[in-house]
């Protein structure tokens, strides 16, 4: 059983001299990016974006550069002056400094994990190849307790059908290249990550000290056995269908549809806990096909199949040569030349292991009281401008709206930090232990945090974010929004910019959160976080006629020559980006009356523009980026987002207000008539 661990989103970055460093106030909407050359009426993306693009190519390490990447520049250098300072500070052995320090300077030390190169992993990788045939079953305990999920995956997560509960969960293992259809599509691009997947696969082998003609058996027995997995897998689209994934089954009705599994030993000794009475079976089909594969292959396959799976999560804590490898097939997937700087890259496992303590300390020096409560004043604006839309929804009876505002106003609401942090106390980090090692304890506690769980109520105070991380999150089962410190920076929120700027930035993203509860899968939960369906047949209807609506707005965009964007998976932030704008233009005009601002003044102009305008166009400014083919092409395939263009081109030509405010009219590139408009929320 693999542990669950949340890894702090920092993106590529400039690199600095260590130590302080000068920090620049981030602005917002920059009017010397606009294009005037580009008419709004045409392309409002490249109007407001284009001298943004021009100033900021892209560098050979990045796939992709764009606002979130200048934010995370200046969450990121505050996060390197937090743990370089710790490590200056000479730190007590067994202090969380301590550990912070360790982590960063091992992941740091390329000449000792160069010269141990694989021998952190040879003892467990001879121990694998030892296994007699009556030991396989006890191996593949092993395997899930320390180090993946081979062929099915298990562990304690919130009961979808009450959110109090923990219920525990089996579904299919993951695949090495993530999407089914790198498997399975023989067409020229799909053919050319399959080939870069199994030369990383040979190379990764070869460097864990296997001759070339074993490495190629091993890749050979491992693309056989991912491959039928992948054929077992839902679709994207078909991961979405939330209530699919709810099936009871009794233990006795386990062991009786996947019998290769000893599951009582399986809980007793690789969770350590009773063996559960009841457990929810998510992807059946991907959990009777791994059982086959167990039933059907032979003990030489099987075996191949861990090594790789072994070798594959230790890759990125060993020595260059096998980061340098996982680097060579990131280059085919995402375009990207070169490699993040090593200090980036430890900056990234530092927050991975010790996160929350990083946290701390980043809000204690760059959050102010002041900033939460603008935050939550916000925040309240949007619930009454929401509640405003739902009452007023012409396609929804009385009855479901009642429970949607009931849902609305039961929303928890997290803003910059938890309550209380993250105790990690009982972690061993040992710098006499090789990186890997020590990286492997963090594993195991974090994993070892995810089981102590069971059987207890769930903790809805809990973050599943760290403070500095550039993002946010609805969490259906929670019914809660959240919205870490990082992301409140500029150009999404600056007490020092406008109203239009800050609801045109953060305000859209809290709408965006809140649609979130009312979106294509957030729908199918109640205001207590269960999956109870709470909505009239008609409605029901009615809410998916509209969404396939939206589904073929966004299916007609062809993103690369022959390949479209996916409305159907991407619908939920398709849904929550549409509701964000048209919630949080409501707010704002709201909080401008009442603060009893005539915003068609002249006095009420931002370097010239209506405020309304400055309010689309800050938000088009959230999603400026350069972007290479083949990332385009791998987010496509595999991101529940849209590209950025079409975040902002395809979602805006449904907004009259939008129209109004640059006067777009029939005949122009951005204007689609009011018949094809979708409007849910």
């Given amino acids: 059983m693999k542990a669950k661990r949340i890894i702090a989103g920092a993106a590529a970055l400039l690199a600095i001299g260590l130590g302080a460093y000068a920090e620049e106030h981030l602005k917002s909407l920059n009017p010397a990016y606009f294009d005037p050359s580009t008419p709004a009426s045409e392309d409002f993306y490249l109007h407001v974006n284009k001298g943004w693009m021009d100033a900021n190519p892209l560098t050979p390490e990045h796939a992709r550069y764009g606002q979130f990447n200048i934010l995370n520049d200046s969450s990121q250098n505050r996060v390197r002056d937090i743990v370089t300072n710790l490590a200056a500070s000479n730190p007590e052995p067994g202090t969380v400094a301590f550990m912070v320090s360790t982590i960063y300077n091992q992941s740091l030390d390329s000449v000792r994990r160069n010269n141990e190169g694989a021998k952190p992993i040879l003892a467990d990788l001879k121990k694998i190849e030892n296994t007699p045939h009556e030991g396989m079953g006890d191996l593949l305990l092993w395997m899930h307790k320390n180090y993946s999920n081979p062929f099915f995956s298990a562990g304690p997560s919130p009961d979808l059908a009450n959110s109090n509960e923990y219920a525990m969960y089996v579904s299919g293992t993951g695949l090495g290249m ?21 030369k990383l696969i040979v190379k990764q082998m070869m460097n864990a000290g296997y001759s070339k003609k074993d490495a190629n058996r091993i890749c050979k027995n491992v693309m056989k056995i991912e491959k039928a997995i992948a054929d077992s897998t839902w679709t994207r689209e078909e991961s979405r269908n939330i209530p699919a994934m709810y099936n009871p089954y009794t233990l006795d009705q386990l062991k009786q549809a996947y019998p290769e599994t000893d599951w009582d030993t399986y809980f007793v000794k690789t969770m350590g806990i009773a063996t559960p009475e009841t457990v929810i079976v998510l992807t059946p089909n991907t959990v009777k096909q791994g059982q086959q594969l167990m039933a059907s292959l032979t003990d030489r396959e099987i075996k191949d199949y861990y090594l790789w799976e072994y070798v594959s999560q230790a890759a990125g804590k060993l020595s260059d ?5 996982a680097f060579e097939y990131s280059k085919v997937v995402s375009g990207v030349q070169q490699q993040r700087p090593r200090w980036k890259r430890a900056l990234g496992a530092t927050e991975g292991a010790l996160g929350e303590a990083i946290g701390q300390l980043y809000v204690e020096k760059y959050f102010p009281e002041s900033s939460k409560q603008y935050m939550l004043g916000l925040v309240e604006n949007l619930r009454r401008a929401l509640g405003k839309h739902i009452i007023n929804l012409e396609w929804m009876s009385d009855d479901t709206k009642l429970n949607a505002i009931k849902k609305l106003n039961a929303f928890t609401v997290k803003i910059g930090y938890p309550d209380k942090w993250e105790d990690y106390s009982t972690m061993v980090i040992d710098p006499k232990l090789s990186y890997y090692e020590n990286m492997h304890n963090v594993s195991m506690w974090h994993q070892a945090k995810e089981l102590a769980k069971w059987g207890k109520p769930v903790d809805k105070t ?18 809660e929004i959240v919205f870490p410190a990082g992301i409140l920076q500029a150009p999404f929120f600056d007490p020092e910019a406008s109203d239009a700027e800050n609801y045109g930035g953060i305000g859209v993203v809290i709408g965006h959160e809140m649609t979130h509860g009312f979106d294509d899968q957030g729908r199918n939960f109640d205001s207590d976080g269960n999956m109870i369906n709470w909505w009239t ?48 233009m409501t707010a704002f005009l709201d909080a401008q009356k009442k603060k009893g601002v005539d915003i068609t003044s002249e006095e009420a102009k931002i370097d010239g523009y209506d405020p309304i305008q400055v309010f689309y166009m800050n938000y088009a400014n959230l999603w400026a980026n350069n972007i290479r083919p083949e990332e385009m092409r791998s987010l496509t395939t595999g991101d529940v987002h849209s590209l950025g263009k079409n975040r902002v081109n395809v979602t805006l030509r449904n907004i009259a207000p939008f129209f109004s405010a640059f006067g777009i009219k029939e005949g122009d590139k951005m204007f689609r008539p009011e018949t094809e408009r979708v409007v849910i929320w």
């Avoid at 040569?321 to 490898?325: Q, W």
């Fill in 321 to 325: 040569d096998f980061t340098n490898a």
């Fill in 178 to 198: 993530g999407d089914r259809d790198y498997y399975l599509l023989d067409d020229k691009e799909n053919k050319k990550v399959r080939d870069a997947y199994q």
């Fill in 462 to 479: 809990e973050w599943g974010m760290t403070p500095q991380t550039i993002n946010a999150y609805y969490n259906p089962m929670a019914n």
């Fill in 537 to 584: 047949p008609e409605d029901t209807e009615a809410f998916a006629n509209m969404t396939q609506g939206l589904v073929k707005q966004f299916d007609a965009v062809e993103v690369l020559p022959g390949l479209n964007a996916n409305g159907q998976y991407t619908l939920g932030e398709n849904i929550a980006d549409q509701g964000g704008l048209r919630i949080a």
